[in-house]
């Protein structure tokens, strides 16, 4: 497998050095992609990254997962219009080790000459002087060359400036393939085309300090069709950690993907084939309200991501909110997964007290909760068939519900219409 060819059909490359391919195609090469430790978790932003490097390994050659542990105490500047808040040490050791437990999912670190490595640049910052740095490293890279590239220029011509902090990034990344480099004969370091500036500051400074040959390659910044930032929902970023984005969430979001965008992030973010996925297109092309591109992404990612059971949970998690589900689903999950189904989605308190001596449909549903505005248009709506409690036609305004009725000893699942749910939480 080519890999610089297999990322050009995908739609992924955006920048080659000259030169690059053609050192790849002669031998298994040592490649790598850095991932700075901001948060405890990575985020599907990062999955291009994380697919990059699965291509790498899969040509062949020997991929290299770097964890910023130091430069996450700088702060890249790139794509950014002011500095961020820098992290105690403590917070970056802990989202470190999260990264890296992340990141061991996607990459074989066992398959022998071209098993994954994964490193962290504390290791060689550590015990790196400043003296030692700026005379082993400032020195070989004018403040001209650095006052060119794009993160650097942007950020001057803005409102907030840059600190010598943030300025000083490009050389720490710099150093970074220089060491790699020279340790661990890391020829090419790859990543998003926002990374161009600094990746070259790479291959020069192993060119001037070493006079040695480094290469660069950077993939595409992925954007939705509709010009909205790529990984945000309403309620803010889609985690790679269940814990933080659960798996039906993780699944949802990519089945809602455009058709436009479903047929360029299914080349991008699964490991199928050219001919596997142009099938896939022409039988979505024949029938688009089946969704067939999207399903297909959905599954593989979320599989990928967290494991087959997730995806199973999270299709009939959609099948009870969507389909004919049974309650015997939510039998199976535990509280604490039964709150991430309805995340989102209106809740209501009610005491448990008061729901032991019975209630009556309407009184439970427009007087203890708001599923209903009144009395009235509660009862118009279950005299027509129009509501159900826990998946089960309510078939009378005075029906009574009470804690025998409780799924876990807590809930009761409100249904008004095929669609609108509402979770009732006795406490």
């Known amino acids: 497998m080519n890999f610089v060819e297999e990322l050009r059909w995908r739609g992924m490359l955006h920048d080659i050095m000259p030169g690059t391919e053609d050192e790849l195609n002669k031998q298994m090469t040592s490649g790598y992609i850095g991932f700075d430790p901001t948060a405890d978790s990575l985020h599907v932003g990062h999955l291009t ?83 030692d740095f700026i005379r082993d490293v400032g020195k070989h890279l004018t403040v001209n060359y650095m006052m060119a590239k794009d993160s650097v220029k942007k950020r001057l011509e803005g409102d907030t ?62 954007k939705k069709a509709d010009g909205t930032k790529f990984g945000k929902t309403e309620s803010g970023a889609v ?68 494991s087959d059971d997730a995806l199973q949970t999270a299709l009939k998690t959609s099948e009870f909110l969507f389909g004919n589900g049974s309650l015997e689903f939510l039998q199976s999950l535990s509280e604490t997964e039964i709150m991430e189904v309805f995340e989102g989605l209106p809740q209501f308190k009610i005491s448990k007290d008061e729901l032991a001596a019975g209630i009556t449909a309407t009184d439970l549903l427009a007087e203890k909760t708001a599923v209903f505005p009144s009395k009235g248009e509660a009862r118009k709506m279950i005299t027509g068939g129009g509501v159900s409690v826990n998946k089960e036609k309510v078939p009378d305004p005075v029906q009574l519900f009470s804690s025998a009725n409780l799924i876990k000893g807590k809930f009761l699942v409100a249904q008004k219409g095929k669609k609108n749910y509402f979770l009732i939480i006795a406490g």
Request: negative net charge.
């Open 239 to 306: 985690w790679l950690d269940p814990a933080k984005t659960s798996p039906y969430k993780f699944y949802q979001f990519w089945l809602n993907t455009t058709d436009s965008d479903a047929k360029s992030w299914i080349r991008i973010f699964t490991l199928k084939s050219q001919p596997e996925i142009e099938q896939l297109e022409n039988e979505h092309d024949e029938a688009p309200h089946l969704r067939i591109l999207q399903k297909a992404l959905a599954e593989e990612i979320t599989i990928r991501t967290h």
């Open 49 to 131: 990254q994380i697919m990059t490097l699965i291509h790498f390994q899969r040509a062949g050659h020997r991929p290299v997962a770097l964890v910023g542990g130091a430069t996450g105490m700088v702060g890249d500047p790139s794509g950014k219009s002011a500095e961020r808040n820098l992290l105690s040490e403590e917070i970056l050791n802990h989202n470190v080790k999260c990264l890296e437990h992340q990141l061991k999912k996607f990459l074989d670190f066992n398959c022998g000459a071209n098993s994954a490595e994964m490193v962290n640049n504390y290791d060689w910052f550590k015990n790196f002087t400043f003296l």
């Open 161 to 222: 400036g840059m600190s010598f902090t943030e300025f000083s990034y490009q050389l720490v990344q710099g150093y970074d393939f220089y060491y790699l480099w020279k340790e661990r004969n890391c020829q090419v370091q790859m990543g998003g085309s926002d990374q161009w500036g600094n990746i070259v500051t790479g291959t020069e400074l192993i060119r001037r300090k070493a006079a040695g040959t480094a290469y660069a390659i950077t993939t595409q910044l992925i």
